[in-house]
């Protein structure tokens, strides 16, 4: 849909988010920072690593989101039997004897990459020119993928026996890292109630491939001011331990930083939190509202931290 102005572009921006809430909640009981936060990164052309305990309805969340986007949805369920090509898909012999490319799963809009910490590097480095690139090289030749393409992964923070945790380059590949958390008493009566029961709920396509593709383009012409780039970027600097703006903290209780894509994904992540709450710039409060989804994988802290107790999100706070 064209629109007169890039006024009204966002204003639109901001009523798709309310539409897209309130039908993903007609599923998704409370989590609504959850939500907000994969819609960001999903009109923000980012991707999500969703991490709760088991029973949080990470699943159900990527899949509910899937059905209100026209979008094409695959799910793989991450083990540690799983080979590249089960995910990028192989070259085989078709009956003319001719070698074609038959597509794996990853040829999706949505692709739901549950317990990614389950397989082995060798099948997690698969996803990598996927996610950055938006393409498979198979035998030197490359397939484009659908777009748009997101990956939202899931991972189990408790139980680690039998994982390999995510190699440094592939969670810098994620825009967000997002805890889930246990639903309050309330929400869980009212999650208990909707799923002991017949009741039976459909959904409504709130956007469509093209619409989101339109959207992705708004959020980088968005306009923000040379202090609120300035400001992103000293966030991303600060978290570097032994460099100039480094913090105390960060000097004391981290053993690595955030790299230059933080600093992008807080100028993204702001301009679009911007949109979804009706402003037509970012403003600092903006990259604050998303600075922990974005800098919590990409710090590293060292022994004395984890001594101490100091969680990622204590060095984050302390950089404001």
């Keep these: ?9 966002v204003d639109a921006l901001a009523k798709a988010y309310r539409d897209l809430s309130s039908e993903i909640g007609k599923i998704i009981v409370g989590q609504e920072e959850v939500v907000k936060t994969v819609i960001i990164s999903l009109f923000s052309n ?7 305990v088991p029973g949080l309805a990470k699943t159900l969340l990527v899949s509910t989101i899937a059905k209100v986007l026209d979008l094409d949805f695959k799910r793989i369920q991450f083990t540690p039997d799983l080979m590249p090509s089960d995910i990028t898909g192989a070259e085989i012999l078709d009956e003319d004897r001719h070698f074609r490319f038959n597509k794996g799963p990853l040829f999706s809009n949505i692709v739901l990459a549950d ?9 997690q480095a698969a996803l990598l020119e996927a996610m950055q690139e938006r393409c498979v090289t198979m035998a030197g030749v ?6 748009p393409f997101f990956v939202l992964a899931t991972q189990n923070p408790i139980e680690q026996e039998g994982t390999y945790p995510l190699p440094e380059a592939q969670l810098d590949r994620f825009m967000f890292n997002i805890t889930l958390d246990y639903p309050t008493y309330e929400e869980e009566i009212m999650v208990v109630k909707n799923t002991t029961s017949n009741r039976k709920v459909s959904l409504s396509n709130i956007l469509s491939a093209k619409e989101i593709l339109g959207f992705q383009e708004l959020i980088r012409k968005i306009p923000i001011t040379d202090n609120v780039l300035e400001y992103a970027v000293r966030l991303a600097a600060k978290t570097r331990p032994g460099k100039s703006l480094a913090t105390k903290e960060v000097n004391e209780y981290i053993s690595w930083g955030a790299g230059p894509r933080a600093s992008q994904y ?9 949109a979804i709450s009706g402003k037509y710039s970012p403003d600092i409060e903006d990259v604050q509202a998303i600075a922990k989804y974005v800098l919590r994988h ?23």
């Design 1 to 9: 849909m064209a629109y007169k102005s890039d006024v009204e572009a």
């Design 46 to 52: 980012g991707h999500s690593l969703l991490v709760g």
């Design 115 to 123: 317990e990614i910490n389950r397989t082995p590097p060798k099948t």
């Design 142 to 147: 490359e397939h484009k993928l659908p777009s």
């Design 266 to 274: 807080l100028v993204l992540g702001a301009k679009c939190h911007a």
């Design 298 to 320: 990409r710090i590293v802290r060292n022994y004395k931290a984890e001594a101490a107790g100091i969680t990622e999100e204590d060095v984050i706070e302390s950089l404001f």
